[in-house]
């Protein structure tokens, strides 16, 4: 239910035409002024680390938004999780979309004929978000990117109040999906405690109305704020879904917001360890998921990093998860590169060649096999399926790589009817 247009343009080039100058970093976590906004952005930077941030001045904001649109090299295009899964799946000419998210005229114009928008999520204003793009070794004063990344901020309103969500839900009964993806639950992060609570509980009983023969898939995004984390978790929303979708920023943040394995590790250092990863899915899925003893719906987790994906599932609820991975996989080196196949003069292997598939249980010790990209393994009813990514040297674009991934993952997957 979150849509936008995404502005996108070098993050280095709009600062200097906002008329600020380098400095120090600093994590704000909510940003209140263009300062903070530099300081935010010099402080992901430096890492090479995503980030996405609410702006909380509108005034501001909309000057910023305004330079921004305005700016020779700026690219406009469909933004928002949930806009940008619709987008990839409508490519596929045989697959009608139904989007709810508030949509300006901007975005209604950029948007595939195969996406419906019903009248009601139509509004006058586009709601805007700023992508500022770094390349790796790009410098800004003292701060050199060790890689390729963005910071993503907006101030924005409808989606933050998941303004579409309940149109969204009285949609379907008429357009009969087989697939009910769900985005836009980070965007509350902007929203006061009280106003989230009554939110996520609205969001609850209108998520508990689809028909549960109808697969939900919910893609989680950046956030900041542990209680919202936790709440997402515990107050229903995982065990009325299907399937997640997330990265390793998103793992990480879950597992530190519910105490689970691995809580006390603060960051990942480089390549995150797929045992470590593995540890804290099967963890998601043991004490959330679907089991004998839990009326949980939640059977399916798809984790991508730039240089591997996992795809975890309980046994007996998806098939084809060999597809459905290298798929995902596929689609992070072609869209990343803007290619129609892999090009693989373009493309370079980061992920590790050998790795333990735990660092809490007795692991088993995996080396990749060319022929055979993906490794499966099994662990008390839940199995993994490991493909490495080939990564794109030269991205021309990261924004909504993980949406793609992500729905060309579901694609690919058979759900089994219970």
Known sequence: VNACVDVVLSGVKLLEALGLDPGDGRNHVVLNSGQELKEAFAFFMQKGAAAERFFSDADAFHHIAQTASEYPDAQLYVGGNAALIG????????????????????????????VVVPPESMQERDEFHLILEYQAGEEWGQVKAPSANRFIFSHDVS??????????????????????????????????????????????????????????????????????MSNIMHQQVFPLVNSLGLNEQELLFLT????????????????????????????????????????????????????????????????????????????????????????????????PLEFVTSQTEA?????????????????????????????????VRTVGLGDAISAEGLLYSEVYSQ
């Open 159 to 228: 989606n933050g109040a998941l303004n579409m969500l309940e149109v969204f839900v009285s949609s379907l009964d008429e357009f009969q999906p087989d697939l009910v993806v769900l985005s836009g639950l980070h965007m509350m992060e902007g929203q006061s405690k009280e106003m989230r609570q009554r939110r996520l509980l609205e969001a609850v009983a209108s998520i508990s109305d689809i028909p549960t023969d109808i697969p939900i898939h919910l893609e989680l995004a950046s956030m900041t704020d542990q209680d919202l």
């Open 256 to 351: 530190q917001a519910a105490a689970g394995p691995h809580a006390s590790l603060a960051s990942w250092d480089g390549i995150p360890d797929v045992g470590i990863v593995s540890d804290i899915l099967f963890w998601i899925l043991k004490e959330h998921g679907r089991s004998t003893d839990r009326a949980s719906d939640l059977t399916r987790i798809h984790f991508h990093t730039l240089a591997y994906h996992i795809l975890v599932t309980v046994d007996g609820y998806w098939g084809n998860q060999v597809a459905a991975v290298a798929a995902g996989a596929r689609a992070a080196g072609t869209q990343a590169c803007a290619t129609e196949t892999i090009d693989t003069s373009k493309v370079f292997l980061k992920a």
């Open 363 to 395: 692991p088993s010790k995996i080396s990749l096999n060319p022929d055979e990209p993906v490794v499966h393994w099994h662990r008390e009813g839940i199995s993994f399926h490991f493909t490495p990514v080939l990564v794109c040297k030269d991205p």
């Open 87 to 114: 987008q990839k799946l409508a490519a596929n000419p045989d697959l009608k979309i139904l989007l709810c998210g508030p949509v300006g005229p901007k975005l209604h114009e950029l948007l595939d004929d195969n």
